[in-house]
């Protein structure tokens, strides 16, 4: 194949594994284990991804979006993937939300009217299940 072929395959491939490299990185970078030498060297694993470590940076002051992680490379992993390991690992933003109580209440009353509305228009799953005679 001509040597622009190869070097979108090793651009995309290396782009890949670096985006796997740093998702698992993130896994461990953010445990509060240290119970052994293994989790208390596992927070400086993120030194060895600049990116990643950036990232965490800008994830303390903005919610992790998908746009953050779009490159010129497919991603095996979302923005949602990113998030539950974050906010899993209790990493959150620290957001500003200039919000009065009364302000913040409606959003949560319209929250709970449209769950309380989803559950209302939806089967239970055991009687979806029923219905497909399975």
Not at 7 to 24: A, E, H, V, W
Not at 55 to 75: M, N, P, R, Y
Not at 83 to 103: C, D, V, W
Request: charged share 20%; hydrophobic share 35%.
């Amino acid at each position: 194949p001509p040597q622009g072929v190869k070097d979108s395959f090793n651009r995309l491939m290396t782009g890949f594994y670096q985006d796997l490299k740093q998702f698992i990185v993130l896994h461990y970078c953010l445990s509060n284990r240290d119970d052994s030498d293994f989790w208390r060297n596992a927070q400086a694993t993120v030194e060895h991804c600049d990116w990643l470590k950036s990232q965490l940076d800008v994830w303390q002051h903005k919610i992790c979006e998908f746009q953050d992680l779009a490159g010129a490379f497919s991603t095996g992993f979302t923005d949602e993937n990113y998030r539950f390991i974050l906010y899993g690992m209790q990493h959150y933003p620290k957001l500003q939300m200039n919000l009065s109580a009364t302000e913040s209440q409606q959003i949560y009353d319209q929250l709970a009217r449209m769950s309380e509305n989803a559950l209302q228009n939806t089967l239970p799953h055991i009687n979806y299940l029923k219905q497909l005679n399975l």
